[in-house]
């Protein structure tokens, strides 16, 4: 069984761009949670999606970031006008039930490094 | 107060010896607790889960858990220079999000471990 899946391992943007990344979970599993890890620090929470909705975003900055996690296809987490301060490794899981009645561990994809030049 | 601290070490402990790492957390009603093992550049992968008070054993690894004190403590036995890395302590905590109440995955900023050979 495929694990959840994050595209792509690297990505390098130049200030002012938009980073892309996209999160494929588990096959069957409808929750997504997305997570961004600073160097040096923990894994911060950001997001948590159900298809076509977000639950909880309060993890997420207020500017420039976005998520979404359509009916069909990946989740994605879009950051706009990039800036170095948003270096960083994000990362995504998934889960077959919602959080707040799912107290099991969760498994991370690879993760995506964005490095901001 | 963070919700979930850690001493972020470095801890250096010889081959074979006890490893002992500690976690503190803030919220009152947490009842799940995992530790993730981290190497550097890697995503984070779990090692051991508890969800009552009292010790949990998986091979070298025992976790405690100590809710009256809000304390969860990992203790590596007969360690081993795999076992350096970084290990995150996480709690499954309440978060306020879009639609109210939520309870998230909180990470600490984890304890850098070296075992020396």
């Known amino acids: 069984n495929a694990g959840v899946m994050q595209n792509p391992r690297h990505l390098v943007r130049r200030r002012g761009q938009e980073a892309r990344l996209r999160c494929s979970p588990v096959k069957g599993h409808s929750h997504v949670y997305w997570y961004r890890q600073l160097p040096e620090e923990g894994l911060k929470f950001m997001v948590y999606?159900?298809?076509?909705?977000?639950?909880?975003e309060s993890g997420m900055p207020k500017e420039r970031f976005s998520a979404e996690f359509p009916k069909e296809g990946p989740s994605i987490l879009r950051i706009q006008q990039v800036v170095r301060g948003d270096s960083a490794a994000y990362f995504c899981a998934s889960s077959p039930l919602p959080r707040d009645t799912y107290n099991s561990p969760l498994h991370f994809g690879n993760g995506t490094r964005l490095t901001v030049t | 107060q963070k919700e979930v601290e850690q001493n972020s070490g470095p801890l250096s402990v010889p081959e074979g010896a006890i490893a002992s790492l500690n976690c503190t957390y803030s919220?009152?009603?947490?009842?799940?607790f995992f530790w993730y093992r981290q190497y550097s550049g890697k995503s984070p992968e779990l090692i051991m889960s508890i969800y009552s008070n009292g010790d949990k054993e998986d091979g070298r690894f025992t976790a405690q858990l100590n809710k009256a004190s809000q304390y969860v403590s990992l203790l590596i036995r007969d360690s081993q220079p795999s076992d350096s890395a970084t290990y995150l302590c996480a709690v499954n905590m309440a978060t306020v999000g879009a639609s109210g109440s939520a309870r998230q995955l909180t990470f600490g900023s984890g304890t850098q471990l070296t075992v020396l050979p």
């Open positions: 999606l159900q298809k076509e909705n977000i639950i909880d």
């Open positions: 919220d009152r009603v947490s009842q799940s």
